[in-house]
Structure formats: structure tokens, C-alpha cells
């Protein structure tokens, strides 16, 4: 070190491994930037405890970035536009986030001119990735520390380390790890490591504690959230903090996901994700009702592409905002409410209101009446429909099944 000392801001979420880089830095000379990037999963609280435990380790000082809203309108609401569920099944909770989280910290980095970011990733995971390639594009020519990867440590290592500077905060190994953020809670450990078992009651956060099936409607205007049981909301975050208080009171949003990871072994999270859940299966029935057939065909496809990028690191490929335009596009007519059913762990779909309703068509009522076309043209078109069948299998009869 020179006498000036070095800066470098730590991606601290409080956790052992963010707490033994702040720790450990500050002994080695640094100039500590512990910053907490916030996207909605830290209460009041847990941010005041980050603040109180990083100046204990050493930081010079503490910043909470809360980049909750701009998460949201940078990408959540195109994963809504999107429908965006990887393997048909995960909402990319927390791993969605992180990206962001990483910009933030990125920018942060710039402000304040420091000289490196260290963050606590494994080298077994995909945040690692996350992390390292939004800083190297974000932050080009910053060092990237990573102490708990490049050295191999243990969690006993850790603990002992901060044991021995007095910092003796309880970080024991606990049987679940969770990542808790606005889009839902993902959780990794205890049963998930056998194949052949799910998880137990006990290892979620949040439990039944409704009975009785109730109605939820989910009003939507250009495909965004913006009311929810009649009252409209002007903060998307809020509203869909109202969809998840109401979920997680059936404990609605519960599943397992296993994929692959960007590292190219297969992974396996448990998670739950009331909000996410709900409201992306009521839009996607607002949606089976306003677009045109060949609208959901291309949709789906880029909103598949666009949850894949996010979820393997590359949020910042130039295509990106390519797919954005199209989803955003897309909603123009995607707007209306949509009833659901509510039961203990799940719900079911009851109908929709839109003015834009396409099911509510003049021409004819599928399976009973059409005003639309005529009996004969009915069979003239169902004709017309059988000509290149009819072609081929006149040339090769002994194909017919």
C-alpha cells in the first residue's frame, strides 16, 4: 500500500463471507466502502444491523444503494411482459436481481473512484459470474477481489478469523441458505442435496395461515400491474408487495427448480414466490384473451430468451433492449382484470374482464353458433385446408396411416 490508502468497496450483504472480506481488507490497509445493494429484500432493520456490523469489521464507511425501483423498471416488468419462468417453473428470483445489484455497486465503485470491488461469491456458483462480468464491462481497469474463491476458505476459516478480532457475530452453519429479494425467496441446502427429496414444511419462511378460499383480481393497464381487489396502485413495488402479502397467506408459490447452471453443471433451489407466481399466470391469461395467436407465439419466444439472458449474466448483450422494445410493444392491448381463486398452497383461474377481450367475438361463438361465415364456406375452406394432404398422399397412397 502507498500512504494513500487504496479504496475498495465491498458488495456486503452481512453475510460470513462479505463479512471476512471487510474485515480482512481493512487489516491488509484498505480503505473499506462496505455497500449493501438493496432490490426489495432487506427490511429497515437488517440494513441498520449491515450498517452497525460493517464500521465494527473495519469499513471506513457504509452505504445502503437501493435500486429496488430501478430493478423494476429496467427488468422486472419486462419478465411480467415476458412471462418469464425458467424451465416453466422459476420465477429468476434473486438471480435476476443480482445483476443489478452488481450495476449499482459498479457505479458506486466509479463515484468514489475506487481502486478495486471485492465481493464473498464461491467459485462453485453462478453469482461469481454475475458479479465479475458486470464489473469488468461496469468498471473496466477496477481489480476484482475475491478472497473467499481465490483462497479456497472454509466457513470455519472465516469464523475463526473474525473470532480472532473480536467480531464474534453467530454466523453458524445453518441446515438452509436463503436469498430473500422482492421477486421471491430462493433456498439452498439441507434436503435439496438428495436428489430424491423435496423440502420439508419447516424449511420455508412463510406458512399457511389462511383457510378459506378467497378471490384475488389483478387489474392490469398495457400489461403492468396497477390494482389489486379494486384498489389502483401508482408504485408497481407496492402492488406487488400487496399480491405477495395476499399469496403467502395460502403459502401460494412454492416449487423446485432444476436447470442448468451457467458454470454448466446442473443446480437445484427450492423457492418461494407467491407474488411472481400469481402475477405472472393472471397476465398470461389477460394475454391468451388480447393477442392474436402469432402475438403469443413470438412473445413467448423472446420472453424465453430474455430470462435466459438474465439468468446466465448477460443482461448487458446489446440485444437486450431489442427484446424489451418487442415485449414492451407487445402490451398495448393487455389491459384488463383478471379473477383468481385463492386455496391453501395454490389457487385457481376464474375469468377475466377486458374490453379488448378477442374470446368476445361477433363473428361466432366456438362450438355452437358462427355469423361470421356460412356453412359452405365452412366446407369450402375446410377443403382448400386438406389440398397439400391430399397432393402428397395421392402421390404416395401406401404412406396413408
Known amino acids: 500500500m502507498t500512504d494513500e490508502k487504496k479504496k475498495v468497496v465491498v458488495a ?95 457505479r458506486y465503485a466509479r463515484e468514489i473512484g475506487a481502486q478495486a470491488i471485492a465481493h464473498g461469491s464461491t467459485g462453485a456458483g453462478n453469482d461469481q459470474i454475475r458479479f465479475d462480468m458486470t464489473f469488468l464491462v461496469m468498471a473496466p481497469g477496477v481489480e476484482i477481489i475475491t478472497l473467499t474463491r481465490d483462497e479456497g476458505l472454509t466457513r470455519q476459516q472465516e469464523v475463526d478469523y473474525l473470532n480472532s478480532i473480536g467480531f464474534e457475530a453467530d454466523f453458524a452453519k445453518l441446515k438452509y441458505s436463503y436469498n430473500v429479494g422482492l421477486w421471491g425467496t430462493s433456498i439452498c441446502g439441507g434436503e435439496l442435496n438428495d436428489p430424491a427429496q423435496g423440502l420439508p414444511e419447516q424449511a420455508y419462511l412463510k406458512h399457511p395461515t389462511a383457510v378459506e378460499p378467497t378471490e384475488l383480481r389483478l387489474s392490469f393497464t398495457r400489461g403492468e400491474l396497477t390494482a389489486v381487489d379494486g384498489q389502483a396502485y401508482t408504485d408497481p413495488i407496492a402492488a406487488i408487495q400487496a399480491v405477495e402479502e395476499r399469496g403467502a397467506a395460502y403459502a401460494i408459490g412454492r416449487d423446485c427448480n432444476v436447470g442448468d447452471t451457467i458454470v454448466g453443471i446442473k443446480g437445484r433451489v427450492g423457492f418461494e414466490a407467491a407474488a411472481p407466481v400469481l402475477i405472472i399466470s393472471a397476465h398470461r391469461e389477460l394475454e391468451k384473451r388480447t393477442l392474436s395467436k402469432w402475438q403469443q407465439y413470438w412473445k413467448d419466444q423472446v420472453g424465453t430468451w430474455y430470462g435466459m439472458f438474465l439468468h446466465e449474466s448477460q443482461y448487458l448483450e446489446p440485444v437486450m433492449p431489442d427484446i424489451e422494445a418487442m415485449l414492451e410493444s407487445s402490451q398495448r392491448n393487455v389491459t384488463g382484470t383478471v379473477i383468481l381463486r385463492l386455496r391453501p398452497l395454490g389457487f385457481d383461474m376464474v375469468g377475466v374482464e377486458a374490453d379488448g377481450d378477442l374470446l368476445r367475438s361477433r363473428l361466432g361463438e366456438y ?35
Request: aromatic share 12%.
Open 12 to 106: 456486503f450483504s452481512g453475510g460470513l463471507d462479505t463479512s471476512y472480506t471487510v474485515a480482512r481488507l481493512a487489516r491488509e490497509g484498505w480503505r473499506v466502502y462496505a455497500a449493501c445493494a438493496n432490490t426489495g429484500g432487506f427490511t429497515a432493520g437488517q440494513l441498520e444491523r449491515n450498517r452497525a456490523n460493517a464500521l465494527r469489521l473495519g469499513a471506513t464507511e457504509y452505504v445502503t444503494l437501493d435500486v429496488t425501483r430501478e430493478y423494476y423498471r429496467k427488468s422486472l416488468r419486462f419478465m411480467i411482459f415476458g412471462n418469464v419462468l425458467r424451465n416453466n417453473c422459476y420465477p429468476i428470483s434473486v438471480s435476476s436481481e443480482r445483476i443489478f445489484q452488481a450495476i449499482a455497486i459498479a
Open 367 to 401: 362450438g355452437e353458433t358462427q355469423t361470421g361465415w356460412t356453412a359452405a364456406e365452412a366446407k369450402g375452406f375446410i377443403k382448400l385446408m386438406s389440398t397439400p394432404l391430399r397432393v402428397y398422399y395421392g402421390a404416395h397412397p401406401d404412406e396413408r396411416r
